[in-house]
Nanobody, 124 residues
Framework: QVQLVESGGGLVQAGDSLRLSCAAS????????MGWFRQAPGKEREFVGC????????MYADSVKARFTISRDNAKNTVALQMNSLKPEDTALYYC?????????????????WGQGSQVTVSS
């Protein structure tokens, strides 16, 4: 069983930066595609981005492209989401997820394991 634990969320002002981290345990991290999703109150879960097992392919949602960066460290079993130029509309609960099929996907249902989420709040 894979456990994912996010950290690094908080309250920031518009234009600030924040870095989320997700630590994995209990599985073979280096073989998974890792994704980031978010869900704002009253809205559906939304794809943010994903990174394949070697980091060779990274995808982003259009809404965060050029502002957010995903990276991973397979030696430390961690994946990070660097968020720059944050906007109030980025306010959400952010989840990391693991896809054991190792294929990049924007679809949440493709992911097998999920963290508990980390709250990001951006004030205007």
């Amino acid at each position: 069983q894979v456990q994912l634990v996010e950290s690094g969320g908080g309250l920031v002002q518009a234009g600030d930066s924040l870095r989320l981290s997700c630590a994995a345990s209990g599985g073979t991290f280096s073989t998974y595609t890792m994704g980031w999703f978010r869900q704002a109150p009253g809205k559906e879960r939304e794809f943010v981005g994903c990174i394949t097992r070697s980091g060779g392919s990274i995808m982003y949602a259009d809404s965060v492209k050029a502002r957010f960066t995903i990276s991973r460290d397979n030696a430390k079993n961690t994946v990070a989401l660097q968020m720059n130029s944050l906007k109030p509309e980025d306010t959400a609960l952010y989840y990391c997820a693991a896809d054991t099929s190792a294929l990049p996907s924007r679809r949440g249902e493709r992911y097998d394991y999920w963290g508990q989420g980390s709250q990001v709040t951006v004030s205007s």
